[in-house]
């Protein structure tokens, strides 16, 4: 039984980095099978797929492009656990984030398991 | 900037049928987008109902369906149930560039 449990601050000062951790249970983020996901939502921006890693003998990402700029996904295999970075955060970036694994194959978005989500609120 | 849209809001009546749709801004929304269909209620996180255009999780009940219908991703709940009243997504994939786009979501009322 997959479960993820996120981590990490509710309250980001603008222009600082956002930083939230999703501790994976009954997995692995090493997995060969398996793609570790952000997803935020907001009132303003609805569900906003952010990106994700996964592990093919070597270690990919792949990053929305509204983002890209500024997101990091990394995984950390020593604590099972996966990190989403975001850079140079404003107000706009208020949002649930949640973290969510998918198998990979069929495009690999197939969201089966979805941690508890975080509200992060960008304010000064 | 891609695109996908879902009608805004939809009533049915308990028993019936009703069909959710997802368009791309980029054209017809074929298998290789292989859409998938989410369900979410108030102070939950999203839950997944369909993937791969029409395959069921384990925990989809028999009255969801998902389909290709027009160069469009549709999910069709046939014999609506009050429980069925929450809001729906769709997500398609883009590629490896792009990854994912999720629709605005459709309101579903259940009255």
């Known amino acids: 039984q997959v479960q993820l449990q996120q981590s990490g601050p509710g309250l980001v000062k603008p222009s600082q980095t956002l930083s939230l951790t999703c501790a994976i249970s009954?997995?692995?983020?090493?997995?060969?099978?398996?793609?570790w996901n952000w997803i935020r939502q907001s009132p303003s921006r609805g569900l906003e797929w952010l990106g994700r890693?996964?592990?093919?003998?070597?270690?990919?990402?792949d990053y929305a492009v509204s983002v890209k700029s500024r997101i990091t996904i990394n995984p950390d295999t020593s604590k099972n656990q996966f990190s989403l970075q975001l850079n140079s955060v404003t107000p706009e970036d208020t949002a649930v984030y949640y973290c969510?694994?998918?198998?990979?194959?069929?495009?690999?978005?197939?969201?089966?398991?979805w941690g508890q989500g975080t509200l992060v609120t960008v304010s000064s | 900037q891609t695109v996908v849209t879902q009608e805004p809001s939809l009533t049915v009546s308990p028993g019936g049928t009703v069909t959710l749709t997802c368009a791309s801004s980029?054209?017809?929304?074929?298998?290789?987008?292989?859409p998938n269909w989410f369900q979410q209620k108030p102070g939950q996180a999203p839950r997944a109902l369909i993937y791969?255009?029409?395959n069921k999780h384990s925990w989809t009940p028999a009255r969801f369906s998902g389909s290709l219908l027009g160069g469009k991703a549709a999910l069709t709940l046939s014999g609506v149930q009050p429980e069925d009243e929450a809001e729906y997504y769709c997500?398609?994939?883009?590629?490896?560039?792009?990854?994912?786009?999720f629709g605005g979501g459709t309101k579903l009322t259940v009255l």
């Open positions: 997500l398609l994939y883009y590629g490896g560039a792009q990854g994912g786009v």
């Open positions: 980029t054209g017809a929304v074929t298998s290789g987008y292989y």
């Open positions: 009954g997995d692995s983020v090493s997995s060969n099978s398996a793609a």
């Open positions: 969510a694994r998918s198998p990979l194959r069929d495009g690999g978005l197939n969201l089966q398991h």
């Open positions: 791969s255009t029409s």
């Open positions: 890693t996964y592990y093919r003998s070597k270690w990919y990402n």
